[in-house]
């Protein structure tokens, strides 16, 4: 972490220095006529959305909300690995980790064959596969999740806070302007004013409001998509047991009672149960079941026969039967209209799918991380606003796979038992197909396809384990200037910049003449290079494109004092030395990147990753034409 970069201030780092100018937010202050982004739900997705816009004071966020606070408990709590990478970006990855459940180890269990009443674990599965992340698989309350998204918000240059008992009920757009072309009606929700309305106009509106969107109705976009015919209990108890793998994740099927999810939780009692009750007639709604928390818990006592829990507390519960669905596009652009899009849909708005993969708070937040830096680079003028159309094409195809490798998990899960499963003969399909998925659950399989914004596998084999179109894949480094160990992807920050790391050749120590002073010379001067054409004057030299560099040597085989001016820039109102641009491979047996990452040890290369972490290019260290080419095509 770093700061006093503009000067010394005590007090929390984590707090940023107020921007002057910031709307007033005091209880009696009218809403803004106008605002660059209005954001509709304070869910997973739209709090994504705005703590990351929240970092730049200039441009002018409201972020509404219908309910009159932040939720208290309930709803979704699995964190997949990609999304504490994400975590870390914002800066409470090690808070989550410290007060969360880490999902280490998965159990099945089973039908016992020799007394099929009882049921008996068949197996245990390793959740996080080693090496796949340096981050765990945790559990937290949504709530707890909110609050940290709130905090940095809070915490921002802009002090962004959201408009809480703020409705939207509709929205247009005038195609003629663009002036804040699109006009919200917001509806008071508050007890005082009730229904009264009022409008703000925007230059950009993105619906996270959840399955029942009402930005999603104004565009004009419909859910498309099957329902699930099953009832589901969610319920988050305070239980003794004597079901011994009550800490560990379980998926639990019996012989004719159903299947149980287990989901141990934070602070070491409380666990969460999905218990599957009746299957439903297709035009039946679980609502229309009168269920009630005592059905669940006597439903988990027979399923998990011969043991028993003992519930304490009812924390929270839910029965819903949530389909699968998907919308055919995630803007106002109707298809094969050739204009920039104005409103956005993410998350419940625009993709449902059970909560037994764990995914839905995840690629929720997922959505909005791919649209906030194309945003702040629009606002910005930094790229064109065309840019806000590989929103669409990136996350839809992320979504149609999700809903499908969902739908057959699903299926899986409620699929009964075989003979030779039963007997032992074979592993069970659901332990196989739980591996199979892995990648998946975990959030690191995306793979964007080709385009402008994530170059052709030309030279992919300089650095075979950071695939473009995926997650930038971290791992262990010495950062040279103090010795310290750290993860290289942990210097990326949600703060809308493009990274360049430049992996040294094995000869290459960075004297004077070498291929990275070149390489770094040439990016600080020439004026082709994408960090002088894309750099404003008067900006610091990386406000945009942030240029680190890698070597093989240890930490004290390296001349610091050699290292070129471009990885020891001068930033900041005081023009303070940078200290934290130049690492080196960690020889201390946690793993070599160049091994880990495959990296071409004799030539070296450039990996380009976006501001959301994605792997946009693998170049040689001297492919100066091609990465000016990329720029040219993303930034103005
Ligand atoms: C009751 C319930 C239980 C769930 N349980 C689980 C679970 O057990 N496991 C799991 O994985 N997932 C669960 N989910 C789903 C999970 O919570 C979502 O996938 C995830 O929260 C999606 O995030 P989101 O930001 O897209 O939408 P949401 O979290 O739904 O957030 C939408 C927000 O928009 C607000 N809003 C809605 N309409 C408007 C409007 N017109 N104007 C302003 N604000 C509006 C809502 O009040 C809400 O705060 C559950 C969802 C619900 C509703």
Known sequence: MQFYKDGFRGGSPDIKPAAPNRRNRDINEPLPEK????????????????????????????????????????????????????????????????????????????????????????????????DSSEMPHILINQARLHELFLEVMKNSPSRLEPDYSWEVVGLTIDETTDDHPVTVTLRDASGLNWGAT?????????????????????????????????????????????????????????????????????????????????KLRPDEKAAHRKFTQDDMIAAANRIIHPYSMDVKEVVWWSIYD???????????????????????????????????????????????????????????????PSLLRSYTQERLTEAKRLVETDHKWSRVMSAPTTQAERDGTQEPRIIRQ??????????????????YLFAASTHQALATGEEIGRRFHSAPVVRVSDAKQMQLGHVAQADARWRIYAFAAKTDSSSPGSTIHKLSDWLETNPDSPIVKHTRKGEDIDAVIDYRAVFQQTFDQLAYEHMPSLLKPKTGKLGLQDHAKVFC??????????????INRDKGCIVVVRPDQYVAHVLPLDGYDELTAFFAGVLK
Request: glycine share 10%; proline share 4%.
């Open 198 to 278: 009022r409008t703000v106009r925007a230059n950009y509106v993105v619906g996270c409001d959840g399955a029942h969107s009402a930005v999603r109705k104004a565009i004009g976009r419909e859910l498309q998509g099957d329902a699930a015919n099953q009832a589901w209990g969610v319920m988050d108890i305070l239980a003794n047991t004597d079901f011994p793998d009550v800490r560990q994740k379980c998926l639990i099927s019996s012989a004719s009672e159903g299947n149980l999810l287990i989901l141990p939780r934070e602070g070491g009692y409380v666990f969460r149960m999905y218990v599957a009750l009746d």
């Open 35 to 130: 605002v660059d982004v209005l954001i509709s739900g304070t869910g997973p997705a739209g709090l994504c959305l705005a703590a990351q816009l929240a970092e730049f004071p200039e441009i002018e966020v409201m972020i509404t909300e219908r309910m009159p606070s932040n939720i208290i408990k309930g709803k979704a709590d699995g964190i997949n690995t990609r999304t504490m990478e994400m975590f870390q970006a914002f800066g409470f990855a090690d808070k989550v980790k410290r007060e969360t459940y880490w999902v280490n180890q998965t159990a099945f269990w089973m039908p016992d064959p020799t007394n099929p009443e009882h049921i008996k674990r068949v197996g245990r599965v390793q959740d996080v596969a080693d």
């Open 322 to 384: 949530i389909g699968h669905s998907i919308t055919d596009r995630f803007d106002d652009v109707p298809e094969g209209v050739d204009r920039d899009p104005r409103v956005f849909i993410a998350g419940d708005a625009c993709h449902t799918h059970s909560p037994k993969a764990g995914q839905g708070m995840n690629v929720s937040m997922q959505d909005t991380f791919n649209l906030g830096w194309k945003l702040v680079h629009v606002l910005q003028g930094r790229a064109n």
């Open 585 to 598: 491979v960690d020889h201390k047996g946690v793993g070599d990147i160049f091994d880990m990452r495959g």
């Open 434 to 451: 739980f591996k199979d998925n892995l990648e998946f659950t975990g959030g690191t399989a995306v793979k964007y396809d080709t385009s």
